[in-house]
């Protein structure tokens, strides 16, 4: 197996030619390629698939690959046109994947080149020229075909009909041979895999209305007579291209949401020499210490630390916070915000996969690859429902054929034509995509599309408390110390203990006051209880709740508390401070009134959940929790029928958000609390949580409009076709509308919705 040699000068953005050696490329395959987790042998890329239409293009390339050695998984997602891809690179290399890929005619692309502007110029024009073509060529036969229409038997002369026939054969030309292109290139690939696919009954009705008009233009008094379709081809053929613009167009707008929050990384900027000069290089070649400018309305390549007096950035991505954000000399910087005002120096700490913007393209790559479970249905039957057309198409030329041999052809075309399933395998993923950008431009990245299916079903809520329905940060209010200790040495020895635990009690503990020198050994952490250890001189600590350290809790405390034990009981009491989320009061009372029950699950002590609870007004709380019952809970609310959704932010909330229906991961969670859940919700807003559950409804109901929109017009088409009463073009018409319908539908889904009245 060859490989290719990588100049270290390499300084522009990614460029691949029909090679595709440049994916083989270690520095720039980073930008789309991973490791897998716990399989060092396997890398997971996310590469962009060019040409594919339908959910029988994504059967086609995932049967390609499937038999490749050293590819471990494939998936296709049609709607996105996104391939995943699992690959061992001792076995195999992504330019061959790619050229495998190409056989089929398609071609494989990393998202930000496939998003180019360039790129996306020349498939515009391509599409417009082929567009073009078609309608001009259309309306000169439609002229030339108009006189056979409006004129009675015998009124035009048989060598004038000729001529017109024949004028009509050469304008069709281009219409077959250049804007018909595309059709016949993707259905030749998919014959040579032993495959049906959607272009495959397009590209037969077009070359079969073709064929049989040439021959009834070369010889009337032949076989196959003196009937020509030459109107009917190219009006079909415009019509279907103009369905595939307008779409395309469309899918722009809805999936395009996604891409354009993914693709907000510049392909290169200006690096500042040691000399003070700058130099343009792609942002895949910049490192951690690298001091970089960045101009006005671009975003910042990494994570890192403004170095100029002020800046004014958006951070709308990273926290669903629209308002513009303030940044002055030393302030932290993160990846993918974008400069509002002059130029700016920032010098970088995080470059890559190691930024907090790269987590998110993640978690946002992975639901674009996501298949929902209607959508997986659709691209099953596709193939099989492709060969039934066929079939179907057959039988009808050949039971009119023995009726009436004239129409036999236009018929079986318009059958082929009508039953295309284009609309069928838009349906879901069309709806589901839209919903998903929606909601990543407010700052609730959705993981995984099928869970939008789950969250339009919920109808209990169940709510963490710390740092969830309470705000993120605590403070350091009080503390109660044992006769004799010491309250700045007690205070280092909690902040020691607790400064390596993502609890947000432990934090704010952490952040009281500077750790103790001295080593801890046996440190542990039992997930929602506490922390233990041992000093170097033998002494044992514990810092946590009572039932952990085995203190007497005062009942009549306000506010979070946690309690440091050594063995000699109890040492210290530690009081915080914490107050409600803005708007989870109203957040709450808003699930009430959609009709869902709230429960509030705590480990705190019951006087403490039951303030917050009474507070938002929640309908049942449950303190003293361990995540083992808050577990528990969750399995008996579903087995008494709930359809529960799990708001949570912490490390013991992991298992209970991995088990419900639908989970949330509120503002900087725990990184197991976002890699179990199904949405992440970046602002920490308690409402956000809400219009996602509100929008999962809306997308159902878009889902169940799409499908039966589908369902109707193959139930109405189909025999409409069948009994004769719609022609070719109308076919070509029918089945570019309803995808347009289909994909406009879900459009809807990008806009905010109403505010309800009164």
């Not at 089929?104 to 692309?109: N, Q």
């Not at 318009?414 to 838009?426: D, R």
């Not at 019952?629 to 992991?654: I, P, S, T």
Request: net charge neutral; proline share 5%; charged share 20%.
């Amino acid at each position: 197996m060859s490989s290719a040699t990588w100049s270290s000068e390499h300084r522009g953005p990614l460029t691949v030619t029909d090679d595709f050696a440049v994916l083989d490329d270690p520095v720039e395959q980073a930008a789309f390629t991973q490791s897998v987790d716990g399989v060092d042998a396997q890398r997971e890329s996310v590469l962009v698939v060019q040409g594919m239409y339908c959910a029988a293009c994504a059967d086609t390339i995932e049967s390609a690959l499937d038999s490749v050695p050293g590819v471990e998984l494939v998936r296709v997602h049609a709607g996105t046109r996104r391939l995943q891809l699992r690959w061992d690179p001792d076995r195999v290399r992504l330019s061959e994947v790619a050229r495998r890929v190409g056989d089929r005619g398609y071609r494989l692309l990393p998202l930000q080149q496939a998003l180019s502007i360039d790129e996306r110029l020349r498939e515009t024009r391509q599409a417009l020229w082929r567009l073009f073509v078609a309608g001009f060529c259309m309306m000169q036969v439609m002229m030339y075909a108009w006189p056979a229409y409006v004129a009675a038997p015998g009124d035009i002369p048989p060598d004038i009909e000729q001529l017109l026939r024949w004028a009509s054969w050469v304008i069709s030309l281009p219409v077959v041979f250049f804007a018909s292109g595309p059709f016949f290139e993707r259905a030749w690939a998919d014959l040579k895999a032993r495959r049906v696919g959607m272009d495959t009954p397009v590209s037969v009705g077009i070359l079969v209305t073709f064929l049989a008009s040439s021959a009834a233009t070369f010889d009337p008094s032949g076989p196959w007579g003196h009937e020509v379709w030459f109107d009917s081809l190219t009006m079909f053929v415009f019509f279907l291209l103009g369905g595939r613009y307008l779409e395309a167009r469309l899918r722009q707008r809805t999936a395009g949401a996604l891409d354009a929050l993914i693709n907000r990384l510049p392909a290169t900027c200006e690096r500042e020499r040691a000399d003070g000069a700058r130099e343009t290089v792609s942002v895949r070649r910049l490192a951690a210490g690298d001091v970089v400018w960045v101009r006005a309305g671009e975003a910042f390549p990494g994570d890192g630390v403004l170095l100029d007096a002020r800046a004014s950035v958006d951070e709308a991505l990273l926290t669903g916070e629209a308002r513009p954000q303030t940044r002055r000399c030393g302030d932290a910087l993160v990846a993918g915000s974008l400069n509002l005002a002059g130029p700016v120096r920032l010098r970088l700490d995080r470059v890559g996969v190691d930024t907090r913007y790269a987590q998110i393209v993640r978690l946002m790559e992975r639901a674009a690859t996501d298949k929902p479970r209607l959508a997986v249905l659709a691209d099953r039957i596709a193939g099989p429902f492709l060969v039934l057309v066929m079939l179907a198409a057959a039988a009808a030329a050949f039971a009119w054929w023995q009726v009436d041999p004239s129409r036999a052809l236009a018929i079986a075309v318009a059958v082929l034509i009508v039953t295309c399933p284009c609309a069928l395998s838009l349906a879901t993923p069309a709806a589901m995509l839209a919903s998903a950008g929606a909601l990543a431009r407010r700052g609730v990245l959705v993981r995984r599309l099928q869970a939008l299916e789950s969250m339009a079903s919920v109808n209990a809520v169940v709510f963490d408390k710390t740092g969830t329905l309470t705000r993120e940060h605590l403070m350091l209010r009080e503390v109660l110390l044992r006769s004799g200790a010491d309250r700045s040495q007690v205070l280092a020895l909690a902040a020691a203990l607790a400064r390596d635990s993502l609890h947000p009690v432990a934090r704010a503990v952490a952040a009281a006051a500077p750790p103790a020198d001295e080593p801890l050994f046996d440190w542990h952490e039992e997930p929602g209880q506490g922390i233990s250890a041992r000093l170097a001189n033998g002494r044992w600590l514990k810092l946590g709740s009572p039932l952990f350290t085995g203190a007497m809790p005062e009942h009549d405390a306000e506010g979070p508390r946690t309690y440091l034990v050594d063995e000699h009981g109890w040492l210290a009491t530690i009081t915080l401070s914490e107050g409600l989320r803005e708007d989870a009061r109203v957040a709450v009372q808003r699930l009430r009134a959609l009709g869902m029950q709230t429960w509030l699950l705590s480990g705190d002590r019951a006087s403490q959940a039951h303030r917050i609870g009474q507070a938002v007004g929640v309908d049942h709380v449950l303190a003293e929790a361990t995540p083992e019952r808050k577990l528990a809970e969750v399995q008996a609310l579903q087995r008494q029928g709930w359809r529960v959704a799990m708001v949570g932010d912490g490390l013991n909330d992991g298992p209970v958000l991995a088990w419900a229906d639908a989970s949330f991961a509120l503002g900087r969670a725990a990184p197991l609390a976002q890699a179990r859940s199904d949405a992440v919700v970046q602002g920490g807003r308690v409402m956000d949580v809400v219009d996602s559950l509100l929008q999962a409804r809306r997308t159902r109901r878009v889902v169940r409009q799409n499908l039966a929109w589908a369902a109707l017009y193959n139930a109405v088409c189909v025999p409409l076709a069948l009994i004769g009463w719609m022609p070719p073009w109308l076919a070509g018409l029918g089945m570019a509308a309803s995808s347009l319908l289909v994909i406009g539908n879900a459009w809807r889904l990008s806009r905010p919705e109403p505010a309800p009245k009164g």
